[in-house]
């Protein structure tokens, strides 16, 4: 059974009820980021009940030592840990010296969460009973300014409802934070300093190994009833905290509030000499500001971004909240201003997989953002890997591979491989396919070819030499195999000839000889710099070309479809309709001998080179192997449901494409694959976006044209969409009726809907 505890809304993300069981849960999903720090959504006032405390920054990792019982020759050395840097958001509350503690309370009435989607807040109110029998009416508002991305701002307001009281704030910075998933409670930080000016509170601290230098900052203002109070407070330091307190007298009805602006600066941005001053800055700029007016910068900063990004759902209210959320989440996660951050499938809720960069960028979460934003910012994720690509060389290297050729990490913080599981190391080798993919699919939607000779071309070199040294040649088939590798499908390991990894190998190095080709033609100084560089001559080039030529796909004559690999009917292939439920997920139930060997699959494998490669296929082909696999795929993966979500729709099976769709776009909300304590699947919801845009909208590129074959599921009244597509924003509004199209700009556009031509004009509705 799914949690069903998250109310239906528009717009926000509502929690009705105190439950300690449900805690670390909302603590993920009520998670707040500004793309470039995040926190999840964890009580500002002590909590001594079950919770998973974590504040993270963009970009600040630990290397920590991997440990292995057998180490191999190209391991990786470390596991890039995202850190759970120190904490700012703390206020300890103390009533008549009674500690404010929901674990502890007599009682606890009226708790309602929101994570306000549309002016970007969190805030939690509540009536409490403490302890000693006074009883309080609570609201703490919460945001992490994208105005001013280094700041973070906290509402605490109190209500005395039965007495008269004192009421003690403690507002205090934390540099002692250990990783939930730290080894041995290890201690990835050291504080440097603890320092204070007048009520400005910093507290200095480095991480060990990397030595990011990072100033945690805070100050604090008391009001009462809306007013602010001159108040003489104290201050307590220890070696890695700072406390100031204020204590207050209120009478019964007043309201007491402190209001907390916080956050961090690092030597990323500015100078280690300057992190104090830098900081004082920051909050001079809070303060002058006050409260209200940044939470009212903040909303407007919110409706621009939501002005371009939205997708409107009537109709159908979980459908609705759930695009939100994932569109929300995406934005919190990355605004593509900095080309040295990137999405971490975790991104700013949790710990889980280091934080790092996958693939999940360049196959998922490119479009989202070419489409919703300038193309600069997809631009710049590809930049991103470009920036990397020494290291891939020195990755490949590492596994004896020569001559420049390049292994892309499956993990990432700095471009090393930092992945600490051999299989996945080792063999999960088509992630490198996703890197010229998203190039590929860059130049196609942008039309910006102007990447592949100034950045791009070196990259899609390095990869097509590491295929063409991947490869086996079999004399027993005549063709070139793929042996010892994991696909998508990571409940199959060590297998041979993946028919996905082969057919992006294949594909590759197919796009790079085309690239070279217009590079030499169209940009000639670029192409006599690159050959220079990687010193590319034409007997590679034939090498290439064979290896390309005579790839080997296994494939069932028998069922008319490609095999996920070379073996796959040795399986017994059993539907999961026909698994009990008691066995699902079968990640949490079963060992991993069992799923190494049972037929089920994780995620899209074949059907995702079905997905990235559709013009290589025909519908009726699509259709067969969709039916071969789907029904053994259990979507343990939160890349999952969106790919089989888009195939469906263009398969027609528009209700079969809405559940995959309530199924990623509902992924984390309601909990199906019970785990979203650990936080939320944040690549995955870019895939939630594409479900809309490419699945039921039929969003395609074709002929440098874009080309759409809209549908709409039956529970919903219409649904709308923008896109920004090569400079002109082009929305879409489907009904069951019409779909009208509205161009923003100075120039018609020729586009194709439903196999025809249409040309929209702008800012006329054009309708079909």
Not at 20 to 37: A, D, H, P, Q, T
Not at 46 to 71: A, E, R
Request: glycine residues 6%.
């Amino acid at each position: 059974m799914n949690q069903d505890y998250i109310q239906p809304n528009e717009w926000s993300i509502l929690e009705e009820g105190f439950d300690v069981e449900r805690v670390k849960s909302s603590e993920s999903l009520f998670s707040i980021g500004n793309g470039v720090m995040g926190q999840r959504a964890n009580f500002e006032e002590h909590y001594s009940g079950p919770s998973f405390q974590g504040s993270y920054i963009g970009g600040v990792y630990y290397p920590d030592k991997t440990k292995v019982g057998w180490w191999k020759n190209g391991y990786p050395e470390y596991f890039a840990k995202v850190l759970n840097a120190p904490n700012w958001i703390g206020i300890n509350v103390f009533v008549n010296d009674e500690a404010l503690d929901l674990f502890t309370c007599k009682k606890v009435e009226d708790f309602t969460r929101e994570l306000n989607m549309k002016a970007g807040f969190h805030r939690r109110s509540f009536v409490a009973t403490l302890p000693n029998d006074v009883e309080i009416s609570v609201t703490a508002t919460r945001f992490l300014s994208i105005v001013e991305d280094e700041l973070g701002a906290i509402d605490f307001e109190i209500e005395v409802l039965n007495s008269d009281v004192e009421v003690r704030f403690e507002p205090y910075l934390d540099g002692g934070i250990t990783n939930t998933d730290a080894n041995w409670e290890e201690r990835f930080w050291k504080t440097l300093e603890v320092k204070s000016e007048g009520n400005k509170g910093f507290v200095l601290s480095k991480t060990l190994k990397t030595e990011f230098h990072v100033n945690t900052f805070m100050q604090s203002e008391v009001l009462l009833n809306g007013e602010k109070q001159d108040v003489e407070f104290t201050e307590t330091k220890t070696e890695d905290k700072l406390t100031f307190s204020y204590s207050v007298k209120a009478e019964k009805g007043q309201k007491l509030s402190l209001r907390k602006y916080a956050g961090y600066v690092t030597d990323m941005n500015h100078k280690r000499s300057d992190l104090v001053t830098a900081a004082s800055k920051v909050l001079d700029y809070a303060t002058n500001s006050g409260f209200s007016k940044l939470l009212q910068e903040q909303k407007e900063a919110w409706a621009k971004i939501w002005e371009m990004a939205d997708i409107t759902i009537e109709g159908d209210v979980k459908a609705q909240q759930g695009i939100r959320f994932n569109i929300f989440q995406l934005n919190q996660t990355y605004l593509g201003k900095d080309e040295r951050l990137n999405i971490g499938p975790k991104g700013f809720t949790g710990e889980k997989y280091g934080g790092s960069t996958y693939w999940d960028t360049e196959a998922y979460c490119i479009p989202f953002y070419m489409a919703t934003k300038d193309h600069q910012v997809a631009r710049n994720l590809l930049t991103y890997r470009y920036n990397h690509l020494d290291k891939a060389i020195e990755n490949a290297e590492k596994l004896g591979f020569i001559n420049g050729a390049a292994l892309y990490p499956m993990v990432t913080m700095n471009g090393e491989e930092s992945h600490n599981e051999w299989e996945i190391t080792f063999e999960e080798i088509h992630r490198n396919g996703a890197m010229v993919y998203a190039i590929y699919n860059y130049v196609r939607y942008t039309g910006d070819f102007t990447y592949i000779p100034e950045k791009g071309l070196e990259v899609m070199i390095a990869i097509a030499r590491f295929w063409q040294q991947r490869v086996n040649f079999s004399k027993n088939k005549n063709k070139y195999v793929m042996l010892g590798v994991t696909g998508p499908n990571e409940y199959e390991n060590n297998v041979h000839n993946n028919w996905y990894t082969n057919y992006i190998a294949k594909w590759c190095i197919e796009y790079c000889l085309e690239s070279i080709d217009k590079v030499k033609d169209a940009y000639p100084e670029d192409y006599e710099r690159v050959m220079g560089k990687t010193k590319l001559n034409e007997g590679e080039l034939a090498k290439w070309k064979e290896v390309a030529d005579n790839m080997y796909f296994p494939y069932s004559e028998e069922n008319g479809v490609f095999l996920q690999q070379d073996g796959f009917l040795d399986k017994e292939i059993l539907p999961i309709a026909e698994l009990d439920k008691t066995q699902r997920p079968i990640n949490q139930k079963w060992s991993w001998d069992r799923i190494l060997r049972s037929c089920y699959i994780k995620q899209a494998d074949v059907l995702q080179g079905f997905y990235f490669f559709e013009d290589h296929f025909s519908k009726n082909e699509l259709e067969k192997h969709f039916d071969y696999y789907e029904p053994i795929t259990v979507h343990e993966s939160s890349l999952s449901p969106c790919v089989h979500s888009i195939q469906a729709a263009l398969l027609g099976r528009t209700k079969q494409a809405y559940e995959f769709y309530l199924r990623t776009s509902r992924l984390d909300l309601d909990d199906y694959n019970k785990e979203v304590e650990q936080g939320c699947h944040i690549t995955s919801m870019a895939g939630t976006w594409m479900s809309i845009v490419e699945g039921f909208g039929g969003m395609r590129v074709k002929n440098d044209k874009l080309s759409f074959n809209p549908t709409i599921p039956e529970d919903w009244e219409s649904y709308s969409f923008k896109v920004n597509f090569r400079d002109q924003v082009l929305k879409v509004k489907v009904s069951a009726e019409k779909t009208v199209f509205q161009l923003e700009g100075e120039n018609a556009i020729e586009i194709n809907v439903n196999g025809k031509s249409v040309e929209v004009n702008p800012n006329q509705e054009f309708a079909v």
